[in-house]
DNA sequence: AGTGTCCAAGTGATCTAACCAATTCCACCA
DNA sequence: TGGTGGAATTGGTTAGATCACTTGGACACT
């Protein structure tokens, strides 16, 4: 007996309800990219619940990127593509205190394989942008070595992108915004940006750009291998001095 | 002149603001897993805003299982586990066919390099973690096979434990807890659950395990990514039946 | 002392009723 | 024709109140 004890007795909360229900008709198509939702006054009297309820529902779909609030336009279905949806995926591995030695091993994971991907994939227009990037970073080493890191950040965001795979795309993204918070805590910045050093890193890129044009993913994946065993070296002398 | 007019008309949205902090705390370790938040009323007037605006930070922050709103109880930061964070990325896969392609692509390229550092890394102990998981999985088999997808998660989570570098860790467990998630969507559990798949799956995990045992960062790196490229030649066959 | 009951305080959940601010669109005028 | 101003629409935010759940301590009973 006692089978009369059985169930939850938590119903889910009304707001849960709401983005569930939203989730529902989004997978069932009946809410497509670009849709407009009924204003939240209207979902609220139309579910019988306060506007602010409804709210709490919309804005945490919002964050998901699922809807897109509009000020004074309404609420909107966004495009949905894998891209946008998985953009807070660095959640998972960027809530936690990391030392830059952990942080460029996992680029020393990542990268050469993500690197492989795009020597496959990456379009004669990818190519471009990355030698319109090595172009600004010979140009940055005569006027502003100090700025070379941003640049070197977008090498390898690009290159990454080109892999082809949102979710590598997404993980180097994330490993990079953590690189930079991490210098400048270590305060690794002034050593790293050593003229000198500058130029060795710029061409290991055209290096590893070079392969990119030869479509050699082994050789591509090689380098920047050997590029971030480089940079490792770099921060670990820094870090001792 | 007209400098007057500088800076950025739209400033992000209030509740956006509290999000953004409260993600910064836990990353500054000023908040830690199972730490209780202020109550709301609280830090509504601590920040200057009502407290329908804490709120909807607060719910979207529970969305995504960054914290857990306790009624009557408080506001907690969750264990902020990898498998609890990605819980609602599923979403992707629902919507987009072939994400869990992209999914597993992604996996090929981080775990051969993580088991690599596993085998650099791991203690008798560690094995004999593994050597369990494998013990169970033959049970398993014996007895209810459609469990083994379960089995199949702690074998590489744990693998990405012993790499000794937590950031690979969250990241691949991330990403293999995905995958269970994916194929539940495509339905693709009732073929890679048969007994022959499930006892080739073994097989490899046992290949990977002798190849850590003997410390041999190569063979368990190619292994781990022929294992790999089985999952995906299961998935994509799955897929067009 | 141990134990169970009950109540009050604390806290999240929801509602109501405003007002502010950005966008949209149409009527009106030049 | 075309711009221009303002009203209507809609999201953004606030304030205050009430409901519902949890917690812990006071109290009575054993």
Not at 24 to 48: C, F, K, N, T, Y
Not at 55 to 71: C, G, K, T
Not at 74 to 82: A, D, F, K, Q, W
Not at 94 to 100: A, G, I, R, V
Request: hydrophobic share 45%; net charge negative; proline share 3%.
């Amino acid at each position: 007996m006692n089978e009369q004890f059985r169930g939850t007795v938590h119903r889910e909360a009304i707001s849960d309800q709401i983005t569930d229900r939203v989730l529902s008709l989004i997978r069932e198509q009946q809410l497509r990219p670009g849709d407009r939702l009924p204003p939240e006054r209207e979902l609220a009297s139309l579910m019988g619940v306060s506007r602010a309820t409804v709210r709490e529902a919309l804005r945490s779909l919002a964050m998901m990127n699922v809807i897109e609030l509009r000020h004074g336009s309404g609420t909107y279905i966004t495009s949905l593509e894998p891209q946008l949806l998985v953009e807070n995926f660095d959640l998972v591995f960027s809530l936690n205190d990391n030392s830059f030695l952990e942080l460029i091993e996992a680029r020393q994971v990542i990268e050469p394989g993500a690197t492989a991907l795009a020597a496959k994939r990456i379009t004669d227009e990818g190519i471009a942008v990355l030698d319109d990037v090595i172009v600004r970073s010979w140009h940055c080493l005569k006027t502003q070595p100090g700025d070379f890191p941003q640049l070197d950040i977008e090498f390898h965001a690009k290159t990454a992108e080109f892999s082809g795979n949102v979710l590598l795309m997404r993980i180097m993204q994330g490993l990079t915004q953590m690189s930079i918070a991490s210098s400048h805590r270590t305060a690794v910045d002034e050593g790293a940006v050593s003229a000198a050093r500058v130029e060795r890193a710029i061409l290991m890129h055209e290096g590893i750009l070079d392969a990119l044009k030869a479509r050699d993913a082994d050789l591509a994946s090689q380098r920047m291998l050997k590029h971030l065993l480089a940079v490792e070296d770099t921060l670990r002398g820094a870090q001792t001095e």
